[in-house]
């Protein structure tokens, strides 16, 4: 079976992009891409044999370097999907583009309520009784693109930001490999907003 290539991008802790190498059969993560030379995710890539590569904004004058330096590294992979994984920073129009309908986010709540920085402590702040996760396509907006799947968690009284996180990670773990799974089967067609998924 030929595999689908997917790049993956991170900025931290990498469980979501562990989740994908070891859940999703169909396709093949060829590379990982952090922006941050300290993200925990490289540790998990040198476990499971993945290459790796640093790509630290510091060292780049402008976006434009930056996102075109990443652009040629997922080129030389032949990459066919992006799938941001905790990458916590925003892919200007331009990139967005590029990679038009293959590049997918994992974003903690359920979009469109809470999109940017610190969606559960958001949520816990407004008070929901529900929350979750959202896998999307990316557009040029910030978590704005065409909704693949999500997934629902109660909110509980007693939560705090950790505890409700944890919750909805779990979740993540399961639908972000799901969503590039059906990606990989050619199941999921975009339409104006809506995301239809082949077969389902
Ligand atoms: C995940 O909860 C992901 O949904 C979130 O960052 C965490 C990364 O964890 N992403 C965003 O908030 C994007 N706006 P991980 O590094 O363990 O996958």
Same mark, same amino acid.
């Given at each position: ?33 952090? #922006?941050n030379p300290d993200?925990?995710? @490289? ?11 640093v790509?630290d ?12 330096? @990443? ?10 999907? @992006? ?6 920073? +925003? ?11 293959? @590049?997918?986010? +994992? ?35 910030? #978590? ?12 509980? #009284? ?30 999921? +067609? ?6 239809? +998924?082949? #077969?389902?």
């Amino acid at each position: 079976m030929n595999k689908l290539k997917v790049g993956v991008l991170a900025s931290g802790r990498g469980s979501n992009f562990k989740a994908i190498v070891q859940k999703v059969d169909n396709a093949r993560v060829e590379v990982l891409i952090v #922006d941050n030379p300290d993200a925990r995710a @490289i540790a998990i890539a040198k476990e499971f044999d993945i290459p790796c590569k640093v790509v630290d904004r510091k060292k780049f004058d402008d976006k434009f370097s930056f996102e075109r330096e @990443i652009i040629n590294i997922l080129e030389l992979y032949k990459v066919e999907l @992006i799938a941001l994984a905790g990458f916590m920073r +925003i892919l200007s129009s331009n990139f967005v583009e590029h990679f038009k309908w293959k @590049i997918m986010n +994992i974003h903690p709540s359920l979009l469109p309520s809470f999109p940017g920085l610190n969606a559960q402590k958001q949520a816990l702040d407004y008070g929901v009784k529900v929350s979750g996760c959202t896998v999307h396509f990316v557009d040029a907006g910030t #978590d704005t693109g065409p909704i693949i799947l999500q997934s629902v968690v109660p909110v509980l #009284d007693d939560d705090d930001p950790e505890t409700l996180s944890a919750r909805i990670l779990e979740e993540e773990h399961k639908i972000y490999p799901f969503a590039i799974t059906l990606f990989a089967q050619n199941r999921l +067609i975009v339409d104006g907003r809506k995301v239809r +998924i082949k #077969d389902a």
